[in-house]
């Protein structure tokens, strides 16, 4: 069984910073792709920054030059750094993995809420 346990979300003003987390444990061949998606209210849920076992990232274009997106294989655990944080930022945030067998694991979501 495969978990993931993400970490970091909370409240914060229009402008500034949180870091989000996500380890994942349990039995894992091998990672392929670790990434993050958002769900804001009332929309769909869409694809924040995936980053590849190699280091490959891709961002959506509303997070690009704000967001970081981070891994450490070693750990299993990958990490989301967002700066400059607008009010349109405020979703849920869940925690992906897309293993080596094709295999999507997803995490329980964190709230990140941004006034404005």
């Known amino acids: 069984q495969v978990q993931l346990v993400e970490s970091g979300g909370g409240l914060v003003q229009a402008g500034g910073s949180l870091r989000l987390s996500c380890a994942a444990s349990g039995s894992i061949f091998s990672i392929n792709a670790m990434g993050w998606y958002r769900q804001g209210p009332g929309k769909q849920r869409e694809l924040v920054a995936v980053?590849?076992?190699?280091?490959?990232?891709n961002y959506a274009d509303s997070v690009k030059d704000r967001f970081t997106i981070s891994r450490d294989n070693a750990k299993n655990s990958v990490n989301l750094q967002m700066n400059s944080l607008k009010s349109e930022d405020t979703a849920v945030y869940y925690c992906?993995?897309?293993?080596?067998?094709?295999?999507?694991?997803w995490g329980q979501g964190t709230q990140v809420t941004v006034s404005s």
């Open positions: 980053i590849t076992s190699g280091g490959r990232t």
């Open positions: 992906n993995i897309l293993t080596s067998i094709g295999k999507n694991y």
